[in-house]
């Protein structure tokens, strides 16, 4: 198009010198030397390529190699810690030196000394750890101790047997209870003041002639026994419950077992 644009340029310039050349005009043209610069300018004049688009940039879906993970390093091999064995003591019997007598009892309990009730000399209790126990049918509950162990010892001035001196200390907290007008439902003593022959009885503890009293104590019976030697008199007791009151109950009469039967009289 523009090469036909400059052609018919030429031609105008052409057909316009032709006129005034032929009207003698004071402007005179060679015509030849006009024809010829028209013809050189249109061969000089290149035609102008036409530009090419430039196509747009399209984005192409670069694949990203996998990653292969960089392994972790393992922590170091440590051996596991013994278990801590516990002191052997734990599973043993420790002994206990009293006034006359010796025993044996769980290392895990505690011996308290307490202040005793006349006309008892002197009081310990044997007191095994604090549990927690509920029955899996029952809608109660045990906190407390274990176990608990009474050991009372009182003067024995005229040498009497376990039996004599044990039923007389029975008689005799009787009169006194009713003199005072105190309850006195625990001893094993009918209402005319005669002993209950089903509620005492003789015994043997540790190999060692004994006589043994059923006491009541409301909930649960209360157990002692009764030693004599070395001028003393021993009592050993403690509370014997029902398995529906005490679920321990059969554990508890098994460690009372054990101490009692480890009970010895010095010198003897």
Known sequence: MRKAARMKGLLFLILVSLPLAACGGTLTLDVEATVQVGIAATLTAQPTDTPTPTPKATSTLTEIPAQTPTPKPLPPFRRPSPKKTPSPFTYSLEIYEGQGFSFRYPANARVESVDPIPPATSEIHVIGP???????????????????????????????????????????????????????????????????????????????????????????????????????VIELSFCDYPLENQPLAAIQQDVYALIIGTFRLKGK
């Open 130 to 232: 604090i549990v927690w126990v509920k029955p899996g049918d029952a809608d109660w509950s045990y906190n407390g101790p274990s176990y608990e162990l009474v050991i009372r010892t009182y003067e024995n001035p005229d040498e009497l047997d376990a039996e004599s001196w044990a039923r007389d200390y029975i008689l005799s907290s009787w009169k006194k209870a009713k003199e005072r007008n105190e309850p006195w439902g625990s001893l094993p003593v009918s209402e005319e003041g005669v002993i209950e022959e089903d509620r005492v009885g003789s015994s043997v503890v540790a190999g060692q002639p004994a006589f043994w009293v059923n006491y009541f104590a409301f909930d649960s019976d209360h157990p002692a026994f009764y030693l004599t030697g070395n001028g003393l």
